[in-house]
């Protein structure tokens, strides 16, 4: 099977790093070890190479109207600049993928652009979700990125070593902020990047051509930034509480259960995939939902361990890691309804071992905004 990599994959080979198959990409799991690249990120920036994400391009007059149907969430919510976090759902209510959402405005061609940034085990299946589900007469639906790399630099100092790289400011840019622009300082093509990320820190992701990228990169390790892998990625993103599409979230999953309610607004009048299916639920409650779970102890529990509450069946894990930050061993686990309390004390089958453990909310970090 060949293995898709990134425009920055030569990059790679300097830190001799491991490499593993990660949806169809030969993807690094870590270049300088993991407890360095996590801490880097949660003391000051690290950058990682999420080429293997997709980018979808939707560009139309008023895409929104027309892409309005396949999320629960109000795109009207977000103007030009902005962003938003949200699902896209299949009849039964449940979750094909996890998006972010962003507008990026009226382009040259008078057209109204959205770009959507999707996991990479999801692109085909959501491209042709988006596709045929939309009116491609009225709209022009393509890869954003073909070529191009995409970056994230995280961490409280993030946004300052883009703007030495780039010599511009990006003070203006919010939270779940983002710019389709040129920055005459580094090219005269236009340059996506967002104030979001997968981390729990402050941070962008920078959509960019190879050159750019490459320089940027080179940029960063003059710095004495870490390039960070796979690994990494997973420990912050569970540490803030995100979920791993095909572990926490699924197409047997509804957003209700994930603890995506807030994304849901069933109170708005547009129709949406799953609307009448996530009603019904809204009513009749859930069986299940996600939870954070604490290990007692060094043992961590990996996906598909089960989790027993007075010799009871009561759920089983989808995502564990020892945490660095908190020292501690974390994971999400879906449990029955009846027994979601906090601080509930319950048993984890660890290779045939039970081990004590508490439920506990899903974000074990927040960052420190002072």
């Known amino acids: 099977m060949t293995l898709f990599r990134s425009p920055l994959f030569s990059k790679y080979l300097a830190f001799n790093p491991k490499l593993v198959n990660f949806a169809g990409w030969e993807m690094p799991i870590t270049f300088t070890g993991l407890i360095q690249e ?51 759902l299949n009849q039964n209510g449940c979750i094909i993928d996890d998006i972010i959402i962003y507008d990026i405005g009226m382009q040259e061609d008078n057209s109204s652009e959205i770009f959507l940034i999707v996991n990479a085990s999801r692109y085909k299946i959501d491209f042709n979700w988006i596709k045929n589900n939309l009116n491609t007469k009225e709209l022009k639906i393509s890869n954003a990125k073909q070529n191009k790399a995409l970056l994230a630099i995280q961490g409280k100092n993030a946004l300052n070593y883009f703007e030495e790289w780039s010599k511009t400011s990006i003070a203006y840019l919010s939270n779940f902020g983002c710019d389709y622009t040129v920055i005459k300082n580094i090219s005269q093509e236009k340059i996506f990047f967002s104030k979001t990320g997968y981390t729990g820190e402050n941070g962008l992701e920078i959509l960019i051509n190879s050159d750019l990228a490459s320089d940027l990169w080179d940029f960063l390790i003059s710095k004495d930034i ?10 912050l993103r569970l540490e803030a509480g995100l979920h791993l599409y095909g572990k926490d979230l699924t197409e047997e999953i509804n957003p209700f259960e994930a603890g995506l309610g807030w994304v849901v607004n069933l109170e708005n009048n547009h129709d949406f995939y799953g609307r009448e299916r996530l009603e019904e639920i809204s009513k009749s409650g859930i069986q299940k939902k996600l939870m954070g779970i604490e290990i007692k102890g060094k043992a961590i529990a ?22 660095p930050t908190l020292s501690k061993a974390i994971g999400f686990a879906y449990v029955d309804i009846e027994f979601c309390s906090l601080n509930r004390e319950v048993d984890v089958l660890i290779r045939g071992k039970l081990y004590h453990a508490i439920l506990t909310k899903r974000t074990f970090y927040k960052k420190n905004i002072n």
Not at 60 to 76: R, S, W
Not at 304 to 316: A, T
Request: glycine share 10%; net charge positive.
């Open 302 to 323: 990996r996906e598909g361990c089960d989790i027993f509450y007075k010799n009871k069946l009561i759920g089983f894990v989808t995502s564990g890691s020892w945490s």
């Open 226 to 235: 870490n390039p960070c892998g796979l690994g990494a990625r997973d420990t």
């Open 38 to 88: 996590h801490n880097s990120v949660r003391n000051s920036a690290g950058f990682f190479d999420i080429s293997h994400m997709g980018v979808i391009s939707i560009k139309g007059l008023n895409p929104k109207d027309h892409i309005q149907k396949l999320f629960p969430t109000n795109l009207y919510s977000i103007s030009k600049g902005q962003a938003c976090y949200t699902v896209m």
